[in-house]
């Protein structure tokens, strides 16, 4: 069973960057491919960023492709998305995500953590 905590999260002004962190309290973080999600009050989650089991191969949302970059470490149990060039429209609470099937959708995800807030200023 894999447990989630997100940190990272912080006031940021547009074209700054950030990294965000989500460990796995757990035992089974290798076991899992990672997603990052985020949301805004009103709307569902949104797809912005997963990483296969491996760490072989990454997806993104189009509205951060070469922008944002998930990595994981695997000594550390942790997953990171490193975010650069930050949007006012980036601001949302970003959960991390693990799963076992596919990446795009969060109804696909089985464990969540209890997400970071992360706002970009103009």
């Known amino acids: 069973q894999v447990q989630l905590v997100e940190s990272g999260g912080r006031l940021v002004q547009a074209g700054g960057s950030l990294r965000l962190s989500c460990a796995d309290s757990g035992r089974t973080f290798s076991m899992y491919a990672m997603g990052w999600f985020r949301q805004v009050p009103g709307k569902e989650r949104e797809f912005v960023a997963a990483i296969s089991w491996r760490g072989g191969r990454t997806y993104y949302a189009d509205s951060v492709k070469g922008r944002f970059a998930i990595s994981r470490d695997y000594a550390k149990n942790t997953v990171y998305l490193q975010m650069n060039s930050l949007k006012p429209e980036d601001t949302a609470k970003y959960y991390c995500?693990?799963?076992?099937?596919?990446?795009?959708?969060?109804?696909?995800?089985?464990?969540w953590g209890q997400g970071t807030q992360v706002t970009v200023s103009s």
């Open positions: 995500a693990a799963g076992s099937g596919g990446v795009y959708s969060w109804r696909e995800y089985e464990a």
